[in-house]
Nanobody, 121 residues
Framework: QVRLVETGGGLVQAGGSLQLSCAASGSVLRLGAMGWYRQAPGKKRELVAL???????NYGDAVKGRVTISVDNVEKTGWMQMNGLEPEDTAVYYCYAILTPLHSEIPTDYWGQGTQVTVSS
């Protein structure tokens, strides 16, 4: 089956850095957009960073200037680094991608399982 597998996350000290990865598995023809969203308790899911099919990157206002994202279209894998984390960055981080499965040949939205990131003050 086609899915997104996330790695990284965990406990981060205030002022520290975070590295996350996201890999598409299964029979995937192409990778379109790939990036991350996050959701804290009691809050709506918000954009962190997204590399689009137009080869541009969109950033959420709360993290802009602190995030770097890279995507390998051959390996169908993405990496995100965030610097200067603070307690307000505590959330579940979800990988998102547009993948084209071999069977359907139709670009489709996919979400990763999510990874908890907790920033300690």
């Amino acid at each position: 089956q086609v899915r997104l597998v996330e790695t990284g996350g965990g406990l981060v000290q205030a002022g520290g850095s975070l590295q996350l990865s996201c890999a598409a598995s299964g029979s995937v023809l192409r990778l379109g957009a790939m990036g991350w969203y996050r959701q804290a308790p009691g809050k709506k899911r918000e954009l962190v960073a997204l590399s689009t099919s137009l080869s541009t990157t969109n950033y959420g206002d709360a993290v802009k200037g602190r995030v770097t994202i890279s995507v390998d279209n051959v390996e169908k894998t993405g990496w995100m680094q965030m610097n200067g984390l603070e307690p307000e960055d505590t959330a579940v981080y979800y990988c998102y991608a547009i993948l084209t499965p071999l069977h359907s040949e139709i670009p489709t939205d996919y979400w990763g399982q999510g990874t908890q990131v907790t920033v300690s003050s």
